[in-house]
């Protein structure tokens, strides 16, 4: 004799699901952090592990709405469609919970789109989603055995923990592309050069460059506010270094003080940048190689 089911169970399951969905999110956010370029301001990370620690409640309220809400309505209708299968009723409960999850989505997605003229697009790009996390919660809580909170809450820990390591140690050894500025080189600087105002760097194949309201920072100032910007003429020449985070441009303008320029951004993107405030701060400030339709409209 089965046994009955307990949709309470059904409940906290499906939540435990979503609070550890949100977890290994964030675990592979900042996974994927390390594989793209720095921001202009790094991130602080202080700030975010105590917002993420205060926040956790509210993920844990939001995942039990939804569970309440669509998982144990999905689990009942599917235990009611799948009713008269007799010992096959788990099975068919599978395979039956995500489309009755996906059906009580349909309606509050398509009145949200509805309301704000939301691109088709994105509008099922959510649904999928949305579907497929709330489906895993309502696949999950479906065994009717003992232990199954116990057995998801670890299966899930480690989960969380071994993308972690496993994601730490590909970054370490080179499985995972761990960010590295672009090998560039002289051909590469010669043109406009744009930070966010518009001020520019223009180099020239011959070694010359323009400068024009390019920022020049002093300590305390942050990057989208210089102390003062420099416009003036000189020279510049590109340092390749040991490697490509040793790799410098230096650009010699008699009004214009300027350290060597660091390479960042992409192979498709490149940037060079200089440290701004106190050393070690992270923050940079940009300019980025423009295309030639930006070069024309500067």
């Known amino acids: 004799m089965r046994q009955k089911r307990s949709y ?13 969905e949100v977890v290994l999110t964030i675990v592979v956010v900042l996974l994927y952090v390390q594989t793209q370029p720095p921001q202009d301001e790094p991130p602080d990370w202080v700030t975010i592990g105590g917002s993420l620690v205060a926040t956790m409640p509210l993920v844990g309220f939001i995942a039990f709405l939804l569970s309440l809400v669509f998982v144990v309505p999905a689990v009942a209708l599917a235990d009611l469609i799948v009713g008269g299968l007799g010992g096959r009723a788990a099975w068919w409960a599978v395979v039956a919970s995500p489309p009755a999850v996906a059906a009580l989505l349909a309606a509050p ?3 949200y789109a509805t309301h704000n003229d ?8 959510f649904w999928a989603s949305a579907t497929a996390s709330l ?3 309502a696949v999950i809580a479906l065994p009717r055995g003992e232990g199954l909170l116990r057995r998801v809450a670890l299966w899930g ?39 966010q105002t518009r001020g520019t760097l223009v180099f020239t194949a011959d070694g010359r460059v323009q400068a024009s309201g390019v920022g020049v920072h002093r300590h305390g100032d942050r990057p989208g506010e210089p102390s003062r910007r420099c416009s003036g003429s000189g020279t510049w020449f590109y340092e390749p270094g040991r490697d490509v985070w040793s790799q410098r441009v230096r650009v010699e303008i008699p009004v214009c003080h300027w350290q060597a320029w660091h390479v960042d951004g992409t192979g498709q993107e490149p940037r060079i940048s200089q440290e701004v405030g106190d050393p070690g701060s992270g923050l940079l400030y940009k300019l980025r190689k423009a295309s030639d339709r930006t070069s024309r409209g500067t």
Do not use: H, N
């Open 157 to 195: 820990a480690a989960a969380v923990v071994g993308t972690a390591v496993f994601g730490a140690l590909g970054l370490a050894v080179g499985l995972l592309p761990a960010y590295e500025p672009p090998r560039i080189g002289p051909e590469t600087m010669t043109g406009t050069w744009i930070d």
């Open 118 to 125: 939301t691109e088709t697009g994105s509008t099922l790009l």
């Open 135 to 137: 489906s895993l919660g």
């Open 109 to 111: 997605v398509l009145i």
């Open 8 to 20: 309470g169970r059904v409940l906290v399951v499906s939540t435990l699901v979503g609070c550890l």
